[in-house]
């Protein structure tokens, strides 16, 4: 059975992607954030997955505001990217896993989930720099992916809870996929940061914290939020953590938190990273104890 080995959460800002392109990794304004990637590179090196399922928003190159899916999911064998107009090279295109995709489709439109399945998906920087940040060497992209864009853009969105039962939901229906391969969660985007506006630049590192403590410890103190108080709490685009409640919830098991780094700002972001590891064989272990 397919088994998930954890989940990670990171930023994922244009200008990221523009920086890794100019080998910026190493200046004084980047280092703070890209040093907080080697304890997830050595995480991965050692767990190797197979799979990655990435929740993402899409900012226009696939969805556009005249039509925007809730929660879309791709059903493709492989996923390019585009110009996207922010100056980033257009990646090579990412290898999908059509055989996992319809088995989450079909299990989450069971589940009450009514998703928009996509047989062909562009992906843009929310999916393309968070895997660049992951496996930094060019080419060596060793996962198959399966994207999931969440709405966090066109209002109404779906709520924080909303959200975190798809994530539960895509992660019961992965546990019950017969073929052995093992699989990460990939959330994308924020944390706060607010681009436009009277409060462009806003930035909220108390709540940012708090978001990454309860996302390892209590995500559903998370889930008793309303996306506009998202907003409020975090910027009209700092609500993309909507990306990693869902992956949260993806993790069934015995979650741990492995590494966090969190880094001010960058590009008017709140940058942050997450890994997060998840045992469901000891979760497994536990529940056959007290039944
Ligand atoms: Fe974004």
Redesign the pocket.
Known sequence: MAKIIGGVATT?VPSIGNAIAKGLQRDPYWAPFFGGFGAAHNWLARERPDVVVVFY?D?GLNFFLDKIPTFAVGAASEYRHADEGWGLPVSQPYPGDAELSWHLINSLVADEFDVTMCQEMLVDH?FTIPLALLWPEPDSRPVRTVPIAINTVQHPLPSPARCLKLGRSVGRAIASFDRDIKVLILGT?GLSHQLDGARAGFINKDFDLMCLDKLANDPDALARYSSLQIVEAAGS?GV?LLNWIAMRGALTGEVAKVHSNYHIPISNTASALLVLSNDAEAAQTQYRKAS
Do not use: M, P
């Open positions: 994922h928003n900012h929310a985007g685009q993309e």
